[in-house]
């Protein structure tokens, strides 16, 4: 199995502007002091390396990204997406532009699981290019029942000048139920109620032996209480746990309780007591930027060092762009 991110910022997108990017040409440069490349080859080699020593962070050569929240699970026999934040806009012109010898260019259905039905989630819907392809089924999950009719409401008048019923591809949706294993495209999937305002739901994906969660809007306090430890289960043995984490700690008990999010230390408890093989922290604070994501991943690293020493978790932070095979 595979995930692709599309969209990894959350709340809203967070755009980047040219005085951002100038700053990471100067770090990219000044790291380069003294070389002299003879073709463009040479310079993405240079960066390459540099990166992987670490004498220059990610945060000068590339960028966590805009979108909201939207992956994709490859793996299955069609196609498997989470959530549709404006990162499914993305996703959908990739898939435009694959060619006839792709594997998947005979695919046509498209099966989008929905954590909850916040704006942030919901909002690139109108942009994905599959949904006014005639031909194409779009099979749209969740566990709200109000599923279809914010859908809807989004494109009615005065919102959007495209009403969902415009769209030519056949879309329906399905309100699941919860707990309950279904098999969908190739997978087992099962969901799981969350601390959210509206409530959110958590995904389980299994297939040939491997698990990948995805658990983003889900609030936990700053201790695994009773029903935090009831996610254990849940997470159990993931190979891979996209886990939300907009928020450093004091930020999640203090003045942003309540909002329904969590922190990268309840990320790095959570992935520890439910040995999880592999953590990647979800829906990026849109305020932060590259430079301050930088750092909150670093204190993320040194705070399971002084959880577990011995922990082989690998933990990572979610980018547009980002891929992880399982």
Known sequence: MKVRFWGTRGSLPASISSEAIRKKIIRALGASKGLIFSDDEGIETFLNEALARGDIPFSA?????????????E???????????????DLGNHLLSRGPGDPKSNTSVYNIFMSHLH?????????????????????????????????????????FPVPLSAMNARITFTVLEAEREYDIAGF???????????????????????????????????????????????????????????YPLLDAISSKENWGHSSNIMAVE????????RLC?????????????????????????????????VIDLAYDGLVIEV
């Open 270 to 277: 959570f992935s520890v007591e439910a040995k999880v093989k």
């Open 119 to 159: 704006w942030d989630h919901i909002q690139g819907f109108p942009f994905f290019v599959p949904a006014y392809q005639e031909g194409n089924r779009i099979n749209i999950f969740g566990l709200h029942e109000e599923l279809e009719r914010a859908f809807v409401s989004q494109q009615e008048y005065p919102f």
């Open 61 to 73: 050569v590339g960028t966590y990204g805009v979108n909201t929240s939207c992956i994709e699970v």
């Open 188 to 246: 087992r999937v099962r969901a799981k109620r969350q601390s959210h305002p509206g409530t959110s739901w958590g995904y389980r994906f299994e297939k040939d032996g491997k698990a990948i969660v995805y658990s983003t809007d889900s609030e936990h306090k700053g201790e695994l209480g009773r029903d935090d430890r009831s996610f254990f289960p849940f997470f159990k043995d993931a190979d891979l746990l996209i886990f939300e984490a907009q």
């Open 281 to 313: 922290i979800f829906h990026n604070e849109p305020t932060f930027d590259d430079e301050t994501l930088d750092k909150f991943l670093d204190d993320t690293r040194r705070y399971l060092r002084i959880y577990e020493e011995s922990s082989s978790l």
């Open 75 to 89: 793996g299955g026999n069609e196609y498997v997406i989470c959530d549709a934040g404006t990162g499914i806009r």
